[in-house]
Every structure is written in C-alpha cells, then in structure tokens.
C-alpha cells in the first residue's frame, strides 16, 4: 500500500493471475467493497470483471444488502448476479461450502478462464492460522490460505492476503466508501469471530507488530512446505520405502494427497494403511477407500485410483456386429478397436470378470489359465476384473490386450489390427 499524490492512501495489488474472466466475491462488507474500488480502477482488470453476490437469506437485511451491492455494481458499470441460496445448516463450514458451490455453478456458465477473486486478507489469514492450530493441524493448516487456492473446481486469487486490515480501514475512510455491516461478524458463539473479537486484541497488545511476525512464520513454512512438495512430487504410483516408519510413510502419503488436490484421509486411517503397506506380504494389497479416491499398495507402491472405476457389474453382457472399419466401442473401462484393409463380418459377445477361463496364446503347444496370463503380463489387479473377455462361435479370442492364436489367425485372414486400451485408473 501506498499514497496517491494528493497523500490518499492506495492499495497496489499484487499483478492478477491470467484470466479471460475475473469474478470478484462481493458480501458488500468492508473488504470486497475495498477490492472491488481497487479493482475497478484498473482499466485491463475492469473490462474483464463481474462480481456475483450471494443471498444466504439468513439475516434479516439480507435482502436489503443484495440490492446494495447491484447499486454499487452498476454504478460502478460491472457486471453482477444476485444468487439466492439456503443451507439445512447455518453453522460456518456449511455456510461456506453452500457459497463456493454456488461460486462454482455460476463459474461453469461463463466461458474461458476464470479466477474467483475474494477478498481475504492478512488478519483472515492470521486467524485461520489460529483457528487451525486449535484444532491440531499439520503444516499445511499452518501455512494458512495463501495468496492462491483450488475449491469446488474453483481457481481462487486473494490480493489482499499480504494487506492488513486496519489499512484496508483506512483506504475505506480516506476514499469515502460505504458498505454493509453484518452484525452477526460480533457474534462471539461463531469459532472465528471469537478468534477475531477475543485472541487477536490480546496478540496485539503482547506484541504490536504480532500480526506481522505471524505473517513471517507463515512464509517460513510455506517455504518449508513448497520444498518438501517439490522431493515428494505428485507422481502416480509412489514406491514405498522401506526405510521410513509408518508415521513417516502417513506424513509422506499427506503430502503427496495434498501435491494432488486430494483431501487426505484421517490420521488415523493413514497410519493403519501406512502399517499395513510396510508390512503386507507380497501377495496381499492393502486399500484406503473415500469417497474421491483408493488407495491400493501393489508390487511395493501404492496407487491413487478413481474409485467409480472400482465397481463392476459382472451380469453385462454385450452382443457386437463388426462389419465396419475402423470399428470402435467405447466402454467406461476401456476403448476397443478394430482396422482391416478388407471388408469384415464378425459377430462377438463381450462380458467381463470371467472365472476359471482358459485360452491358448500364440506360440504355445496348451491352454493357459486367463488368472496366471494375466499375471504375466503384469496388468495390475484391479485391471484384470476389467478387461472385456471377446468371444466368437463361443471361442474365447481376447481378454482386453491378450489375444488367442485364434484371435490372431483371423486378424491375418482380414489384413486387420486389434487394439484395447484401457481406462487410466490412475489419479
């Protein structure tokens, strides 16, 4: 923050990530109402900009704030969307998480690259940072929000992360502005408005430039974190390592989770898979199931995979006619195709998860088991159930890669190629 010529206090915000769109989150409180007069005196950020504001209709001037902020908003010539939304639950996670979904679904109508843009600043952060310790976090929680954030499929820029309020106060005072008073912001019985009202006053009077080395503890661990991100990776599978213990290997799946967007599961959970990983026989394979992901230890690694791939309904059965080329059926578990230089007819019946099947691979004298083929071929376990097993006259021809001598025969009678690819499972 600086001062204009005629000594009126000025916010320079940080340069705005690339966007074809920029949203701005607008309550009509102090703070967006600051973000937004910064905002829109920026010729390249103001024609790019709209603000949606959203209705809660739990307070009783709720409607009265909603029409506010489209006065300020056409006042000012931007763009903006009253949502009216309700939640079963007026506690704040609900609150929050009824708003960034309604965030979210006026984001997929607009077209391009979008950046929510909130107004979030460095005393919200201080006391998220508070919130989160008292309630045992990890480092991530102790890095606070940051001045970026990925929510509901969201992309989040904060430019006021690194600006106190009693400066945002000031530029509100010297600039003229007005805004909306929720009275609920003193209702103590909310978690963070006692942080706000009771702790932070006493923090300040310890120490008055508390908030600013808070703020300097939270870059030291934001800079530890982005260190410990960068030799973690977010690479799919992770070996596992022999070396480290169960704790370790739960704080290593942490942060690998976080690496990838995933929320981690509990602390318990990760340390009784963390455990169960180190000590599993080679044949047995380990799982963590939530319901964004499974975690599967397999051949020393574990593997974060899309848990809707996981189920199979193992009564489908699906009767082809080929006479097409290139043909091509698209299942969720794979792509299968066919290409010929000549004409074809061919009927098959698809169905999966066979048991007990045997088939005869080009180049051998017998029949081998499907289950030890497979095995081979080192296709990992929760592909297997997968594969689509391809018949013809009764005559098993292929499961997914893996073809038969009779497979093979008639793709060279036709000139043709066969080909499955498989889903990727992986996260």
Known sequence: ?????NNRPIIELPPLPEADHYLLAFSGGSDSTALLHCLVHQTNIKKKLSAIHINHQI?????QWARHCQN????????STVTVISSEKSDENSLRTARYKAFSQHVDKLTGSVVLLTAHHLNDDVETMVFRLLRGTGLNGLTGMNDTGYFHGLNIYRPFINTSKSYINQYLTEQDLTWVEDSSNLDTDYDRNYIRQQIMPLFAHFRP???HRIKDSRDNLTASLALLEHFIGNDNPIPINDTLSHENLAT????WL????LNPASRNQMLSFSKACLQADRDKMPSLKTE???LISWQHAIYALRPHLLTINTNQHHSLHISNTPFNWQHEFGNMSIYAKQAIDINVNIVFNQQGEKIHLPGRDHHSRVKEVLREA???PWQRSRLPFLYSHNKLMAVGPIISTHWQDWLMSYDAEYDWHSTNFLL
């Open 1 to 5: 923050m600086g001062h204009s010529p």
């Open 59 to 63: 307070h009783q001037n709720a409607d």
């Open 72 to 79: 300020i908003c056409q006042n000012y010539g931007i763009p």
């Open 209 to 211: 430039d508390a908030l």
């Open 252 to 255: 290593y799946l942490y942060h």
């Open 258 to 261: 976080a690496n990838k967007r």
């Open 292 to 294: 964004a992901y499974t």
């Open 378 to 380: 080192n296709i990992p």
